[in-house]
Each structure stands twice: as structure tokens, then as C-alpha cells.
């Protein structure tokens, strides 16, 4: 009756479309009833265990503990030795990727929803530790933050074959020679981590940074500088990573392990490869520490325990190498050089020596700089759904998503406040673009005006995402430069777009317009995510889901620019 209902709903929307629309219906019905049958199945098939949440799940045994593990996103390319692991000691392991500093957040609140802490660096457990509910912490793996440069760039900026320093890659940005793609550091591990090995670099220090050095004219004219050469960003890494394969980038900083990665997905492609540099003056280290969160219950630490047993033993840490990290211990076996090519710059001979980590205090001074005075400005539009679907509880999320954003005090915490230069536009719009609002500078009293604005505004009419996405780029290209700023679009929707414009007229215009500006998009309620991963595909971008946490989805979205 339910799954009847919802086509049913789905027809009448569409009735002005009729055909079109009825057509997607069935379409989507059809989907949702596979979706019911294999659920069904599956369930069959599982033993009855189930996932309760995250991004994925590995059944061990029926009855079995389950533990749920928070995860940075670079681990993901080692699901299938998770999987390996369930069924090997038959525990069921669910898993759910946040940024380093959701992580760092999680600890600070409990991670009572978690069992495991499994980040990129100790760094966030330290940070993020202050009730002391982590014990039996191990490093997994270690992978450094490097350079990932075309070949042939790289031989022409003479970086093949000898030591680089990060002033050699800052004199090659300021030459205009080079250009890359990095995580925000004040959200992901290998940002911040890149960020922290700049500053040492830039300050020609080995000893501990203090925040007496960040406030040094020439540090901060240089990392501004460095930072500059930013073409994109992102909340993850491993997406950083994926971005990179669509799109027509020089380099980008990465893990080593994710940049071996995508050079084999380059070399199928029979495109270019990256070049791997390692930054000797500012190199840093992720140590993988896969670690307990203590909530009292013995039998969640005995399954802990033997899933970390696992993930050390000789056979894992033999798989995790040949996924392209460095065993912790170990560093590389014999058997696994053929997967660190020399060809690619990959040494596993050198001597890794990273930098020190601050102390906390200054850790969190220097990200606080890096997003407030340090980074290249951003330069978002948020393209506002008000439709009428969208009052009562859908309204009320999003003007409290965008108090997260807006007002600075609630954007520190989350360490997304806006920077000195940024650009926030706001295009709130129905089946038609309803207005076009634009803070004058990024003051907290501009910025609370702003968030006034859509908190006055009132929701009725159809919807037309393309129209408003559409706005949104000729408010960018108009007004700015776009080579200042890290632009974006940033869509929020909760149904189908059934107004004048269609995918392929927006397609037609952003072809025309020649700019790379991603349309990120938050999906809610009833959105159509075939039209949103359109967007994505075209924009070089993606999709989040805020149907179940659009505060979350808002904050998740905005460290991506």
C-alpha cells in the first residue's frame, strides 16, 4: 500500500508533465520494488543480522557482536579486508566515514553511537579524547601526505629525481607554473596535515611551532601565497582523489597510498600519471590508530580486540600493503615493492623524517587562522529550495542548517567560519529564481543578516533547480574573478524539478560558460537524486543526503569549499 501511495503521490505531481513524469513513476516504482525484493533477500541471506546505519556493512555471524566503527574515508579502500575480517572472526563491522574534525567532534561528545575511533592521525583521538574513553590504540598502517604532480609537469619544473622543497613548489605557484588540489584543513586529516608541514617548511623550523611564530608577517604572506594555488578542495580524501580522476587538474596533495591509487586508475585509462614528491622540509605522517572506545561493555572489547588481532596479523597487513600503505612496523615487504613504482616517485628506501605535531592549543590556533585569514576565499552560492513542499518542518530544518553556517558562533565550532574575503550569495528560489541576495562583506553582522533574510522568506510555488544552479553561475561569473576564490554552488532541494528549464538546457549553458564550479547538492525529502547526481556528474561534484541529518549534510557540504 505504501510503495501504491507513493506513485500515486509521484502522478499527481507531475500531472502538468503528465507523460514525462508518469513515465519516471513507474520507472521509480519499479526501482523501489527491486530495492523491497532484495532487501528481502538479502535479509534471507544474512542470518538476520542487519545494519543499523553507516556507509557499510560486513556480516560475521549470526548473533555475533557488532561493532561500529567511525572511519576517515581513505579506509574505504580497505573494505574488502574488513570484509575478510568479518568473516574470519565472525564479527559484524559497521562502518561510517567522517572528516578528521567530525571525528575529533564525536570523541569530545561520548561517540556513544561508536565502539571504534579508526582517523587518519592520533592527532584528532588526542584532540578529541578529553572523557579518556579510548584504550588499546594501534597504528594500522602509516602513509606520508604528498605531492601527487603530472609527469610531465613535474619534469619541467625539474622536481624528478632530487630532493623538493616546499619553497620550490611555492616559487613554482607564484610563477604561475602550477596550480593543485588539496582537503580543506579544517576538515580533513591530509589538509591539515599538508597545512602543518607548510607552516614548519615556510618557518624553516624543526623544533615545536609556537603561536608566537603563526603571527610572523612573512609566514603569513607565504602561506597565503602557497594556499593560493588551490584550484579545488574537499571535505575527504578519498573523494579529493575522485574529483581529481574527473576533472583536469596539475597535482594535488594526497596520501601516498591515494595517489598510487590513482595512478592506477590513470594507467587503465591510458592517461597521465602523477609524479610523487615528498616535501622534505614540511613531510607529515598518517599513523592509522585503530582504537577502543570504551563504553563498559566486555564483550564489545573482546570483539575489538580480535578484529585489531586481524588487521595486524601477517596476512592483513600483507593486504593492506598491496592497497598501497606502509605497514607500521615493517614499512614494505619485498613481495609488495612491485605496488610502490619507482616509475610513479615512490621511494620506500628514503627515510621518512615528518614533522612534529603542535601542541594542541596551537593546532587548533593555526587551523583557526588557516580558515579565517590563511586559505583562498570562498565564493558560495546557496541556492535556497522554497517551494511550497518545503514549509512547516522542511523550512524549519533548513533555516536552522543555515544558522550553523551563518551565524560565526555556531560556524566556529565547527571550525567553518567565514574568511576574511569570501563571497556568500543566497538565491532562494521556487519554479522561478525569487531573489538574489548577497552579503556585502563577510562580517558576523553581514552574515546574520543575510541568514535573517531566509529566516523572513516565505515557502509556495513549484520547483526549478536548473534555474536557480543556473543564477548561481552568473552571479559567479558576472561579478568576480574566479582564479580569487574557491567557488561553489551548494543546492538544496526537497522534490522533483518540473519547471521551464530542463537537465539538458542546463547542461547546454554550463558547457557555453566554461567554468569549473562544482553544484553540490543536498538531497531532501523527496528530491529526485537521478537529477542531483546529473548535476554532480556534469560539475565535477556530488550529492549529500540530508534527509535524515540536513544540519549535518549543510556542515559536511560547506567544508568542501
Same mark, same amino acid.
Request: charged share 20%; hydrophobic share 40%; glycine share 8%.
Given at each position: 500500500m505504501t510503495l501504491y501511495y507513493r506513485f500515486l503521490v509521484l502522478k499527481k505531481r507531475c500531472r502538468d508533465?503528465?507523460?514525462?513524469?508518469?513515465?519516471?513513476?513507474?520507472?521509480?516504482?519499479?526501482?523501489?520494488?527491486?530495492?523491497?525484493?532484495?532487501?528481502?533477500?538479502?535479509?534471507?541471506?544474512?542470518?538476520?543480522?542487519?545494519?543499523?546505519?553507516?556507509?557499510?556493512?560486513?556480516?560475521?555471524?549470526s548473533g555475533g557482536e557488532t561493532l561500529r566503527?567511525?572511519?576517515?574515508?581513505?579506509?574505504?579502500?580497505?573494505? #574488502?579486508?574488513?570484509e575478510d575480517c568479518a568473516r574470519e572472526t565472525g564479527v559484524n563491522i559497521e562502518i561510517t566515514y567522517l572528516g578528521s574534525v567530525d571525528i575529533m567532534r564525536t570523541l569530545e561528545q561520548g561517540a556513544e553511537n561508536y565502539d571504534v575511533v579508526w582517523p587518519a592521525s592520533s592527532i584528532w583521538i588526542s584532540?578529541?579524547?578529553?572523557? #579518556?574513553?579510548?584504550?588499546?590504540?594501534?597504528?594500522?598502517s602509516t602513509t606520508p601526505v604528498v605531492f601527487g604532480i603530472r609527469q610531465s609537469l613535474a619534469d619541467e619544473l625539474g622536481f624528478v629525481?632530487?630532493?623538493?622543497?616546499?619553497?620550490?613548489?611555492?616559487?613554482?605557484?607564484?610563477?604561475?607554473?602550477?596550480?593543485?588540489?588539496?582537503t580543506s584543513a579544517t576538515q580533513s586529516n591530509s589538509g591539515a596535515s599538508a597545512y602543518i608541514g607548510f607552516l614548519y617548511a615556510l618557518m624553516g623550523k624543526q623544533e615545536a611551532m609556537t603561536e608566537a611564530d603563526l603571527q610572523d608577517e612573512t609566514?603569513?604572506?607565504?602561506?597565503?601565497?602557497?594556499?593560493?594555488?588551490?584550484?579545488?578542495?574537499?571535505?575527504?580524501?578519498?573523494?579529493?582523489?575522485?574529483?581529481?580522476?574527473?576533472?583536469?587538474?596539475?597535482?594535488?596533495?594526497?596520501?601516498?597510498?591515494?595517489?598510487?591509487?590513482?595512478n592506477r586508475d590513470l594507467e587503465e585509462q591510458g592517461r597521465e600519471t602523477l609524479y610523487t614528491v615528498y616535501p622534505y622540509d614540511g613531510l607529515s605522517l598518517a599513523d592509522s590508530p585503530f582504537a577502543y572506545v570504551d563504553h563498559g561493555d566486555g564483550n564489545k572489547e573482546e570483539a575489538f580486540l580480535e578484529v585489531q588481532d586481524y588487521l595486524?596479523?601477517?596476512?592483513?597487513?600483507?593486504e593492506i600493503q598491496r592497497t598501497g600503505r606502509r605497514s607500521s612496523s615493517l614499512g614494505v615487504s619485498e613481495e609488495n615493492r612491485d605496488v610502490f613504482r619507482q616509475?610513479?616517485?615512490?621511494?620506500?628506501?628514503?627515510?621518512?623524517?615528518?614533522?612534529?605535531?603542535?601542541?594542541?592549543?596551537?593546532?587548533?590556533?593555526?587551523?583557526?587562522?588557516?580558515?579565517?585569514?590563511?586559505?583562498?576565499?570562498?565564493?558560495?552560492?546557496?541556492?535556497?529550495?522554497?517551494?511550497?513542499?518545503?514549509?512547516?518542518?522542511?523550512?524549519?530544518?533548513?533555516?536552522?542548517?543555515?544558522?550553523?553556517?551563518?551565524?560565526?558562533?555556531?560556524?566556529?565550532?565547527?571550525?567553518?567560519?567565514?574568511?576574511?574575503?569570501?563571497?556568500?550569495?543566497?538565491?532562494?528560489?521556487?519554479?522561478?529564481v525569487i531573489d538574489v541576495w548577497t552579503a556585502p562583506d563577510s562580517s558576523p553582522e553581514s552574515l546574520e543578516a543575510l541568514y535573517n533574510e531566509i529566516q523572513d522568506e516565505v515557502c509556495a510555488g513549484g520547483t526549478d533547480?536548473?534555474?536557480?544552479?543556473?543564477e548561481g553561475i552568473l552571479q559567479m561569473t558576472s561579478g568576480y574573478d574566479l582564479d580569487q576564490y574557491t567557488p561553489a554552488v551548494i543546492l538544496l532541494t526537497d522534490g522533483m524539478s518540473n519547471g521551464d528549464m530542463d537537465y539538458d538546457d542546463f547542461q547546454e549553458f554550463y558547457r557555453e560558460e566554461g567554468v569549473d564550479v562544482p553544484v553540490f547538492s543536498i538531497m531532501f525529502g523527496d528530491a529526485e537524486e537521478e537529477q542531483l547526481e546529473e548535476l554532480a556528474a556534469l560539475s565535477n561534484a556530488r550529492v549529500f543526503d540530508g534527509r535524515e541529518d540536513l544540519i549535518g549534510a549543510f556542515r559536511s557540504v560547506k567544508g568542501y569549499n
Open positions: 508533465c503528465a507523460p514525462r513524469c508518469l513515465m519516471w513513476g513507474i520507472r521509480r516504482l519499479s526501482v523501489l520494488l527491486l530495492a523491497v525484493m532484495t532487501c528481502l533477500v538479502l535479509g534471507a541471506c544474512s542470518g538476520g543480522e542487519e545494519n543499523t546505519g553507516g556507509d557499510s556493512y560486513f556480516a560475521g555471524s566503527i567511525v572511519s576517515g574515508s581513505e579506509n574505504q579502500e580497505l573494505e #574488502h579486508i574488513l584532540l578529541g579524547d578529553s572523557s #579518556h574513553l579510548v584504550k588499546h590504540a594501534q597504528s594500522v629525481g632530487r630532493e623538493v622543497s616546499v619553497k620550490d613548489i611555492l616559487s613554482a605557484i607564484e610563477e604561475g607554473k602550477m596550480s593543485f588540489c588539496m609566514l603569513k604572506g607565504e602561506i597565503t601565497e602557497l594556499l593560493s594555488g588551490i584550484d579545488r578542495s574537499s571535505g575527504s580524501s578519498d573523494w579529493l582523489k575522485e574529483m581529481f580522476l574527473n576533472g583536469d587538474y596539475d597535482a594535488m596533495v594526497n596520501y601516498e597510498c591515494l595517489i598510487i591509487s590513482a595486524l596479523s601477517d596476512e592483513a597487513q600483507n616509475d610513479w616517485g615512490i621511494d620506500v628506501d628514503r627515510v621518512l623524517s615528518p614533522i612534529p605535531m603542535p601542541a594542541a592549543d596551537v593546532l587548533m590556533e593555526a587551523l583557526n587562522l588557516y580558515q579565517t585569514q590563511f586559505k583562498k576565499p570562498s565564493l558560495t552560492v546557496y541556492c535556497l529550495d522554497f517551494s511550497g513542499s518545503m514549509s512547516g518542518e522542511g523550512n524549519e530544518q533548513m533555516v536552522e542548517a543555515m544558522a550553523q553556517i551563518l551565524i560565526q558562533e555556531n560556524a566556529e565550532r565547527n571550525l567553518l567560519q567565514a574568511s576574511e574575503n569570501e563571497v556568500n550569495i543566497v538565491i532562494p528560489f521556487d519554479d522561478d533547480i536548473y534555474r536557480a544552479a543556473r
